[in-house]
């Protein structure tokens, strides 16, 4: 699914610019500020292209301008942070799409905060020292670039929980109801899924055509490396395909909304195309 514009997003291979970028940490000078706190946090294991990733609000009271300039985790050696960048698709005419990149730092906004949500600003956690599980909680603390540090404790949730931990911080659209096929086959043409995956999944779009690798073949349900379920698809939709692709983010629908797309993308698949491999 090829989404030229604002709702889409994909990741770029970022494995070896991960620990060049590493969360600037610099522990000697850092110090903790009661000014500065760390809102609704969640950790979920299992992240696309990471062991997990972290979500969180950092709020600054005060007024003057700031940046995250790092992330550290209790329980990962190292973490990095990646945020949507605008690149041109060599694929669509010079359109551009926003892929998801390793960045050293993260401006506060004007009101002195600043939102790592999916398929926004994301804090990735490497080598855990230990494996996680939902229930679990992580310890995590930011540092800006005036030196400053926050910490809280973050739970380890579900992704399906991700939305509900995240809402009251507005960093999710909210879901809206029950996930129908109509909904999904609606979305999947609204949001170009056609132009890669063709009308009926094929993976044979005319921007599909020129893309390698190619487009996912929605008959055959062996070629859903992320996971074949419909949890798995949906969460894919907002994470995106590790090591890059083409395969854009759709961080701007709801859960509910990626749920009925993820529907209508399991009732295209023909059973005799994953048996005859």
Known sequence: MLHIGVGGARWTPIAAWA???ASGFTAGCAREDARVHLERAAVIVDAV??????YFT????RTRADSVTGVSADVAQFATMVSPQPHRMPTSGGSRAMLMSPVATVP??????VRFAPGGHTALLYNLQRPLAVGDSVRLTVQLQS????TTTAPVVAFAELERVLADSGSMPPSGGT???VEGKALYRSNGCITCHGP????DGVVGRTLVPPPRDFRDSLAFKAGRDGAHIAKMLVLGIPAGGNMPLYAHLSNQQRASLAL??????DTSVSDAH
């Open 58 to 61: 950092v709020r600054d009271e």
């Open 19 to 21: 620990i060049a970028l």
């Open 49 to 54: 292209g990471a062991p997990a990733a972290a």
């Open 108 to 113: 506060l906004g004007r009101t002195g905060q």
């Open 179 to 181: 996930p129908s096929l």
């Open 264 to 269: 209508y993308v399991i009732s295209l698949r």
């Open 147 to 150: 030196g400053r540090t926050a």
């Open 200 to 203: 009926v999944g094929y993976g």
